[in-house]
């Protein structure tokens, strides 16, 4: 670990964080007790004890430690994240959390493609908001380039339970690298969707919602708060992935797998707000729309 002075510890809901200082991913914590606090909320309902889970783009661990928690610290969560800062604060922050047995990190990039990939970034205080592109030359630098499908296969991982995918505009070639997974496993997602990183890479909205309506997903957003002080949501079911916006965070459920939302079973369109708040309890209301 570099000079302390660098870095910053901060406690949240779900544990303690080693951070970068002045981040806005920092100051959520610090703010509402967890990064995008309300959507944790919503995944809470997702999870199963037991569950296999892949985290691919997991930064420092805001979303793997939480995650395991959901599990009742009985699951596995496998987190790759390919910056080598940040992917050493995710080993620290495991660490502290005391969750070596059930998080295994990968440092590497994650992509259908294979070869040379260099890091950019887009905002200063934002230390999630970088990416890799592929380049033609070899970087002397080059780390881990994984396939999920080649990767689930060389590890003989048996099932997956729920993906969750942030990886600032390549989430198209990630679920590509999981095709096969996708179709036999049929695990839930946890989507990123930001129509100008998409664009970045030559992909689409469309993109992702011809891949994943093909395989019998539908799709589902939190229209509530992202970040609060409470543990809230709204779920929303969308034909079309168009109709949710350019920005925002997708739930991708398999029409029938057992954790489908009840109410959507009839088709009838309505909203259907759940909370689950961090005792455990759960409120249910329903409002037609």
């Known amino acids: 670990m ?22 806005i991913i920092t100051e959520q914590i610090k703010e509402y007790g967890a990064h ?19 985290d691919i783009g997991a930064h420092i661990g805001t979303f793997a430690v939480p995650l395991i928690h959901f599990t009742g610290n009985s699951g596995k969560v496998y987190a790759f ?59 002397e630098n080059d780390i881990a380039v994984y396939h ?32 096969s997974l996708l179709e036999q496993n049929k695990p839930i997602l946890y989507i990123e969707v ?34 609060s002080k409470h543990d809230r949501f709204q779920l929303a079911r969308f034909k079309h992935l168009k109709d949710a916006g350019n920005f925002y965070d997708l739930l991708a459920i398999p029409q029938g797998h057992a954790n489908y939302p009840d109410q959507y079973h009839s088709g009838l369109a309505f909203w259907f707000i759940r909370f689950k708040n961090i005792s455990g309890a759960r409120y249910r209301k329903w409002r037609y729309s």
């Open 194 to 227: 930001v129509k100008s990183a998409l664009e970045r890479f030559g992909h689409s909205i469309e993109d992702i919602e011809s891949l994943l309506s093909s395989l019998g997903y539908h799709f589902f957003k939190n229209m509530g708060a992202r970040n």
């Open 36 to 54: 995008t606090r309300n959507e944790l909320a919503m995944l809470r309902n997702f999870i199963q004890s037991d569950d296999v889970i892949l």
């Open 2 to 23: 570099e000079s302390a002075d660098k870095y910053e510890t901060v406690e949240g809901i779900f544990g303690r964080f080693i951070a970068f200082p002045s981040d």
């Open 148 to 179: 999920i499908d080649q990767w689930v296969n060389r590890e003989e991982i048996s099932s997956v339970n729920f993906i969750k995918i942030d990886v600032e505009g390549a989430e198209f070639s990630v679920l590509k690298s999981c095709r």
């Open 81 to 139: 994240e390919a910056n080598p800062e940040t992917y050493q604060l995710l080993t620290e922050n495991i660490a502290i959390n005391k969750m070596q047995e059930q998080i295994i990190p990968h440092h590497g990039i994650v992509s259908s493609d294979s070869g040379s990939f260099e890091k950019s970034h887009t905002y200063d205080q934002n230390s999630g908001k970088y990416y890799f592109v592929p380049v033609e030359e070899k970087n």
